[in-house]
């Protein structure tokens, strides 16, 4: 080949690459509670198979019974990268350094609560500022560390509280932590994850998607029918809408998570949506 081609062909690859580049900002991962039972059979095999799905990010599940050493060494064999870390509420407020130094050991860049304790149906005032306290002295400490930390809501937030939501009140006095929505617990309390999107674009830098079967009823109290989760797009939540919001305000990862006894045929399909929308 004619060696004067070799740059004019570089740069034509660059020029044809740009324009995919600039329209995908985030990127797709996959929250491995997903596939909590797999894991119980064949630990490899599911990590394995989350490759060929072309999915590299993952939101941590623990390290199924192997060291962390052992563990991380399975995650660089199959070229999955581990973006978030749990952490625990009695973690982050009684030991959050120990939550940090795990992040850091696996090249986590979040760490997200997905709980905060609490009498069933009995998250109140005093739940919620504690939450934020905790949250807030926890979030300071990641943020030193060069790691951002989310808290994860389950619908009970959005009692109302002081013509608002006890959430509001949370997303209000958020001084050093971000959240992570996930738009079917969104829905099953009661808000619009769409709006809420649109209203806090910076507070969310990590998006669980999931929809939900048309007709499931709502819930204020954190529970649902994990069966009512459906393919991205086959429900009654608004997920083209959230995905394509999600890339105005520049979300960082758009996590599936699958609570469903059908997840290992339905992900590869939420896949393909939300692939064929970051496309557009």
Same mark, same amino acid.
């Given at each position: 080949?004619?060696?004067?081609?070799? !740059?004019?062909? #570089?740069?034509?690859?660059?020029?044809?690459?740009?324009?995919?580049?600039?329209?995908?900002? %985030?990127?797709?991962?996959?929250?491995?509670?997903?596939?909590?039972?797999?894991?119980?059979?064949?630990?490899?095999?599911?990590?394995?198979?989350?490759? %060929?799905?072309?999915?590299?990010?993952?939101?941590?599940? &623990?390290?199924?019974?192997?060291?962390?050493?052992?563990?991380?060494?399975?995650?660089?064999?199959?070229?999955? %990268?581990?973006?978030?870390?749990?952490?625990?509420?009695?973690?982050?407020? =009684? =030991? !959050?350094?120990?939550?940090?130094?795990? #992040?850091?050991?696996?090249?986590?860049?979040?760490?997200?609560? +997905?709980?905060?304790?609490?009498?069933?149906?009995?998250?109140?005032?005093?739940?919620? /500022?504690?939450?934020?306290?905790?949250?807030?002295?926890?979030?300071?400490?990641? /943020?030193?560390?060069?790691?951002?930390?989310?808290?994860?809501?389950?619908?009970?937030?959005?009692?109302?509280?002081?013509? &608002?939501?006890?959430?509001?009140?949370?997303?209000?006095?958020?001084?050093? +932590? =971000?959240?992570?929505?996930?738009?079917?617990?969104? /829905?099953?309390?009661?808000?619009? !994850?769409?709006?809420?999107?649109?209203?806090? !674009?910076?507070?969310?830098?990590?998006?669980?998607?999931?929809?939900?079967?048309? &007709?499931?009823?709502?819930?204020?109290?954190?529970?649902?029918?994990?069966?009512?989760?459906?393919?991205?797009?086959?429900?009654?939540?608004?997920?083209?809408?959230?995905?394509?919001?999600? /890339?105005?305000?520049?979300?960082? +990862?758009?996590?599936?998570?699958?609570?469903?006894?059908?997840?290992?045929?339905?992900?590869?399909?939420?896949?393909?949506?939300?692939?064929?929308?970051?496309?557009?």
């Amino acid at each position: 080949m004619n060696k004067l081609l070799l !740059p004019l062909l #570089a740069l034509a690859s660059l020029l044809l690459l740009a324009p995919t580049q600039a329209l995908r900002a %985030q990127e797709i991962g996959l929250q491995l509670y997903s596939l909590r039972e797999q894991m119980k059979t064949d630990v490899e095999r599911y990590h394995q198979l989350i490759n %060929q799905w072309g999915v590299r990010f993952i939101e941590g599940g &623990g390290t199924y019974g192997l060291s962390d050493k052992k563990y991380k060494a399975l995650l660089e064999k199959y070229q999955l %990268q581990m973006v978030s870390i749990g952490g625990g509420y009695e973690e982050m407020r =009684d =030991d !959050p350094q120990a939550v940090i130094d795990r #992040a850091r050991f696996f090249g986590a860049r979040y760490i997200v609560t +997905f709980w905060i304790p609490h009498s069933s149906g009995s998250f109140g005032e005093s739940e919620a /500022k504690e939450a934020v306290e905790v949250f807030n002295r926890a979030g300071k400490l990641a /943020k030193d560390a060069g790691l951002t930390f989310c808290y994860h809501p389950h619908g009970y937030e959005f009692t109302p509280y002081q013509g &608002g939501t006890l959430f509001d009140y949370m997303m209000e006095n958020a001084e050093h +932590f =971000d959240f992570q929505m996930d738009v079917f617990w969104v /829905k099953m309390g009661g808000a619009d !994850p769409l709006a809420l999107l649109k209203a806090h !674009p910076d507070k969310f830098p990590l998006l669980h998607l999931k929809d939900r079967k048309p &007709g499931t009823p709502g819930s204020s109290d954190g529970t649902g029918d994990k069966q009512s989760n459906v393919v991205l797009g086959e429900g009654d939540i608004d997920v083209e809408g959230i995905i394509r919001h999600a /890339k105005i305000a520049g979300t960082d +990862f758009l996590l599936i998570e699958d609570e469903s006894s059908r997840s290992v045929a339905q992900i590869p399909q939420s896949i393909y949506f939300i692939q064929s929308i970051l496309a557009e």
